[in-house]
């Protein structure tokens, strides 16, 4: 009897079990069975009604498709949060409207939104906005003044710093580089035509070097190569060996080169008051802002330089050979990937560069040709700093320094005193306390223009303006006329320096390159540099401060460079 009570109380559990398995297959299958009874509507001859677009069903997104998604600020909390989408929706418009717009306007209004959000630059609150452009361009104004079509000399064979055969086609294959590996893309290989046009833009850029400029003012190649930095496939990087401060090395497919700086600021951040000239940051903006600055100002000295956002995981990390390099990768708490190579300062764990998620933005520079096929000279600046925390440099100390340094070579002869002045008023209107050196082609002697490399340290402080800079030029009281004509020119209200920067750097892919305080500095300090020269001509006369390098009337000009 107890047996069979217990067999009783067994099928009875199992018979609850299967009531309960049969009840959630019911559940789960029906609402698919509704749907499907709805869509064909069986037993019904009434027409089936018009089919709604389909719907997908509600999802969370994956966690990938979140960080896809990051708002990609250098501001501290990169992350999309209600304060980004409410400056996207004040951006857009929006903000201070009425709130009843109704449901279309809503919709149009988070769509407008969602694009300002997502075109966001990398660039903390409170820094520019790209205008609207105007109707009028004064950057293109600018370089239709006279002071901006002034000839060079003729060039003879020896002021070219290569002299090509136009009829050789550019083949990379001659140069059995090993470590040309991609073979899919042949663009640049030979293709029946017999001219220059055939060579990638960096190598067209090489050959326009010559005694006097680094590029020429209307060269296509210079705007065509600035949009190949940013464009071209990366096919290698490796650590740029020297240096205080981690650079890379890039290698693109059309075989060119370019020197990488990685963002380590904010725009609006300052040099922090207690940092040495030294040990202050790179920064990538200064570089690109460089290049700009050094082409109103018509010297023309600085190699090509662009800003791309680069994908640290695929065109760092995948690519690099550099063993050293490739172990300093890592995911950071935020799960956000760093890495922070090997260099003197700011290269450790504590002052990694990491990317929103894996992105990073940074400055390209062009290479200057390879030192095997262009030799350049080093020489030490003469007024270079102590680089020590007590020391004074000599300059620092004695007012008639420069009368010692005319009387030494290459300074007592030739132009290279005046190259000197051009890179002092260069580097203060950035603020570059940093120019230890400086190099020029060593194919054409003493006789050439300074090359403007190195401009990293530029653009720390806006609200200061280093006087020390000025030194060279307040001890010399030197500085050609062509040089003067145009920062008189760049101090008038059409032609303000400010703007003409603002209005060139927009054409950079990462703008605004400069916190606006950065472009007002400039027009103070340009200011400064000019009453600097105007006090030198009234102690010492016109003349014997402003050297003429025009042959001729200033309209129709040949500049002595």
Known sequence: MKMLLVRKFRVLILMVFLVACTMHIMIDLLPRLERRGTEGRPGCSCPPPAAAPPRAAPRWPSK???????????????????????????????????????????????????????????????????????????????????????????????????????????????????????????????????????????????????????????????????????????????????????????????????????????????????????????????????????????????????????????EIRDVTRDKKLWRTFFISPANNICFYGECSYYCSTEHALCGKPDQIEGSLAAFLPDLSLAKRKTWRNPWRRSYHKRKKAEWEVDPDYCEEVKQT???????????????????????????????????????????????????????????????????????????????????KEEYKLSLLMKESLLKDKIAPILYQPHLEAMDRRLRIVLKAVSDCIEKDGYDNVVENDFNTDVNTVTTER
Not at 127 to 145: D, Q, T
Not at 168 to 174: E, V
Not at 258 to 274: G, S, V, Y
């Open 64 to 314: 990938h498709t979140l960080r896809i998604l990051q708002d990609f600020s250098a501001e501290p909390g990169s992350n999309l949060s209600s304060q980004s989408r409410e400056a996207a929706e004040r951006a857009a418009g929006g903000g201070g409207g009425g709130g009843g717009g109704g449901g279309g306007g809503a919709e149009g209004g988070g769509a407008v939104a969602a694009t300002a959000a997502r075109s966001r630059r990398l660039i903390a609150p409170g820094a520019p906005r790209p205008p609207p452009p105007a109707a009028a361009a004064p950057l293109a104004a600018l370089f239709e003044h006279p002071l901006y079509r002034a000839a060079l000399p003729p060039l003879a064979d020896g002021d070219l710093l290569f002299n090509v055969n136009s009829d050789i086609r550019f083949n990379p294959r001659a140069a059995e580089q090993t470590e040309w590996q991609n073979e899919e893309n042949e663009e640049f290989l030979p293709t029946g035509e017999t001219s220059i046009d055939s060579y990638p833009n960096w190598l067209k850029f090489h050959i326009g070097i010559n005694r006097y400029e680094l590029y020429s003012r209307h060269n296509p190649a210079i705007e065509a190569l600035l949009q190949d930095l940013v464009s071209q496939k990366i096919t290698s990087v490796a650590m740029k060996s020297g240096g205080t401060q981690l650079k890379l090395i890039m290698t693109f497919q059309n075989y060119g080169q370019a020197l990488f700086k990685p963002m380590k600021q904010t725009r609006e951040q300052e040099t922090p008051p207690d940092f040495f000239y030294f040990s202050d940051y790179e920064r990538h903006n200064a570089e690109i802002a460089a290049f700009h600055l050094d082409r109103i100002l018509d010297f023309r000295r600085v190699p090509p330089v662009a800003g791309r956002l680069v994908n640290m995981t695929r």
């Open 409 to 491: 070579p290459p300074y007592d002869s030739g132009t290279r005193i005046l190259d000197i002045m051009d890179m002092t008023v260069f580097d203060f209107l950035m603020g570059n306390m940093d120019r230890h050196h400086y190099e020029t082609f060593e194919k054409f002697g003493n006789e050439t223009f300074i090359i403007h490399l190195d401009n990293g340290r530029g653009f720390g402080k806006y609200s200061h303006d280093e006087l020390s800079i000025l030194v060279p030029l307040n001890q010399c009281c030197r500085i050609r006329k062509s040089t003067y004509l145009r920062l008189q020119l760049l101090a």
